[in-house]
């Protein structure tokens, strides 16, 4: 049916009067009637005179009647239909555009507030499914290994979920393209994969990212449907502030993941250091066993466990807890990285994962600032009764993730951590011993004493050890 009405248009009082003064001015015998044959202007005059249509969208609305004239009369009639066709038509486009940017509007507010991207495929879906005909709508991303799956769908569950390669099927195809498509035949169109859904009609519109496609969505009928641009158009801006959202969505889960893996590195290394591993580009910093010049502190406390039978056992994990809080707070300060606790034992490296300029002077002032912070440790008892010997050394040692594919450790191995914990084993409480390395290396920047020449298990040769004074 026509989206106009002779009657509505010869009712708009410009028309009337029109109308009126052509056929009194020219005393034209005519009438003007609907298609139906309801009088609207002039008078009958029988069945067998002239009579000329009036068409508006190839339908005939109105019959003009009664004299070879009214052949002007239809045509400017005919002009005065199309012109009311023309403003309905224009005044559809801005609404539908109204509407369409009402749309878009309301989704991207909905999309700012969701950071998960199976959320944000599900919201796509549904409201695409409110405005677009659809027996069944997917939402397919590229997964890790760089193919196209399905993350959110509406329609029947299939056993298999479908999985395409950039360039396979329509949705491959349009993902490389980053062009939407209308198939409004899809079973003869020769790129189509067959799944268990029956498709036979479909848009398929990529998701476009700053960094290009990462994914389509697929809107489709399981009956023969004409699909226009404009339910283009429409999918279109569904994937677009889509994709941007899944963007922001992924953006968001990085940033959460990196929060995780700094706050757990922040629990062994200073947060400098974190920041620059996690800011570090690929091979400035490695976790591979390799050779490193690095300087290794153990500190253990004295006669511990004799203490721990003074005390029950909560109180005295309640302690280590404080000590170990402190101590560890002076090693971050250092930019030393915290190897392992063992017991009591605190074991510290200062050049490694990240090089370190003088980790030899970095690690004796740490040492220097532990025996002074347990001092001040605000619990009485902790300050009465641990007293730490410290031992340290540098050298070359083999640095890295060491142990089996079940447990891997990131530890050094060598000669230096062994002498480093024989040091510290025979220091006392208070004290701070060194290797020679560590005096050659840092004798202008503090006292020292030389304590004299001890044997080491497994060294052939003796050697000199010197405590720092402070």
């Not at 309301?106 to 507030?113: I, M, Q, R, V, W």
């Not at 290394?269 to 910093?285: C, E, F, R, S």
């Not at 891997?408 to 220091?427: C, E, F, H, K, P």
Request: proline residues 3%; contains cysteine.
């Amino acid at each position: 049916m026509s989206q106009i009405s002779l009657k509505r248009l010869m009712a708009n009082k410009e028309v009337s009067i029109l109308m009126d003064t052509l056929l009194n001015t020219f005393e034209l015998p005519i009438a003007i009637e609907t298609a139906e044959g309801k009088l609207l202007l002039g008078n009958p005059h029988g069945d067998k005179l002239p009579e000329y249509a009036i068409v508006a969208q190839e339908e005939v609305i109105g019959w003009v009647r009664g004299h070879e004239k009214g052949d002007a009369i239809a045509s400017l009639l005919n002009y005065l239909a199309a012109q009311e066709l023309e403003k309905k038509a224009l005044a559809k486009e801005v609404l539908d555009k109204y509407r369409e940017i009402h749309l878009l509007y309301a989704l991207s507010d909905k999309f700012t507030a969701c950071l998960n991207r199976e959320e944000i495929a599900k919201l796509v879906i549904d409201e695409a499914h409110k405005i677009i005909h659809s027996t069944c709508i997917s939402l397919m991303l590229l997964n890790s290994d760089k193919k196209l799956e399905i993350v959110a769908a509406l329609g029947e569950e299939s056993p298999t979920k479908t999985v395409l390669n950039p360039g396979q099927g329509i949705a491959g195809c349009v993902l490389l393209s980053e062009t939407g498509e209308i198939i409004n035949d899809v079973e003869n169109d020769p790129r189509f994969v067959p799944g268990n859904n029956i498709i036979r009609s479909l848009i398929c519109v990529p998701l476009k990212g700053e960094k290009g496609a990462n994914g389509v969505i697929n809107i489709s009928s399981n009956e023969l449907y004409n699909y226009t641009s404009q339910d283009l158009k429409l999918a279109t801006g569904f994937a677009s502030l889509a994709a941007a959202a899944i963007e922001n969505a992924l953006l968001h889960e990085e940033k959460l993941q990196e929060d995780r893996i700094k706050h757990q590195l922040e629990r062994y290394i200073p947060m400098q250091l974190v920041n620059a591993i996690i800011a570090a580009k690929d091979g400035d910093i490695s976790f591979a066993p390799a050779k490193k010049s690095i300087t290794i502190l153990f500190s253990d406390i004295r006669s511990f466990t004799t203490k721990c039978e003074e005390l029950p056992p909560e109180m005295i994990v309640a302690y280590l807890n404080e000590y170990f809080t402190q101590m560890v707070d002076v090693i971050f300060s250092h930019e030393g990285t915290v190897n392992k606790f063992v017991g009591d034992m605190i074991v510290a490296m200062f050049g490694a994962p990240a090089k370190l300029i003088d980790n030899e002077k970095q690690a004796i002032k740490a040492a220097i600032a532990m025996q002074l912070r347990l001092r001040e440790i605000p619990v009485t008892w902790i300050r009465e009764n641990f007293l730490t010997g410290i031992g340290i050394s540098s050298g070359d040692v083999v640095v890295g993730n060491i142990g089996s594919p079940q447990h891997m450790d990131y530890t050094a191995i060598g000669d230096q951590v062994n002498l480093a914990s024989r040091l510290q084993s025979i220091a006392q409480g208070g004290q701070i011993l060194v290797s020679s390395s560590v005096y050659e290396a840092a004798k202008d920047s503090f006292s020292y004493r030389e304590v004299g020449v001890i044997n080491v298990k497994g060294k052939r040769k003796s050697v000199t050890v010197f405590e720092v004074i402070y």
